[in-house]
């Protein structure tokens, strides 16, 4: 069974830091995409990050691009999302999704918030402080 868990969110203050993970198990990192989404209240979700695990290609939203930094750990089957400089408008619920079927291409899971990924986690509550 495909799981895919969040950790890693909390109360920040505004310019301050965190590093979420998204840890996957009922498969192994290989030419699959993962992307990571958020979805602040009363707004609709928002791609932000995507990773190709078959080249390691990344891709940003222009939002986070130049403070957020996506990774991932092969080891652990695990892939990260470094968010520094954080602001009050980065406050959501951040999702990772995975995925394995048509390995849609990162720019598309991102900039057209791909709701085809074929596996998603329940969510990790982000909240920056001003």
């Known amino acids: 069974e495909v799981q895919l868990v969040e950790s890693g969110g909390g109360l920040v203050q505004a310019g301050g830091s965190l590093r979420l993970s998204c840890a996957a198990s009922?498969?192994?990192?290989?030419?699959?995409?993962i992307g990571w989404f958020r979805q602040a209240p009363g707004k609709e979700r928002e791609g932000l990050s995507c990773?190709?695990?078959?080249?390691?290609?990344?891709y940003y939203a222009d939002s986070v691009k130049g403070r957020f930094t996506i990774s991932r750990d092969n080891a652990k089957n695990t892939v990260y999302l470094q968010m520094n400089n954080l602001k009050p408008e980065d406050t959501a619920v951040y999702y990772c999704?995975?995925?394995?079927?048509?390995?849609?291409?990162?720019?598309?899971?991102?900039?057209?918030?791909?709701?085809?990924?074929?596996?998603w986690g329940k969510g990790t509550l982000v909240t920056v402080s001003s």
């Open positions: 999704a995975a995925d394995l079927v048509f390995r849609v291409s990162c720019s598309i899971v991102v900039e057209t918030t791909y709701y085809g990924m074929d596996y």
């Open positions: 990773i190709n695990n078959s080249d390691g290609s990344t």
């Open positions: 009922g498969f192994t990192f290989d030419d699959d995409v």
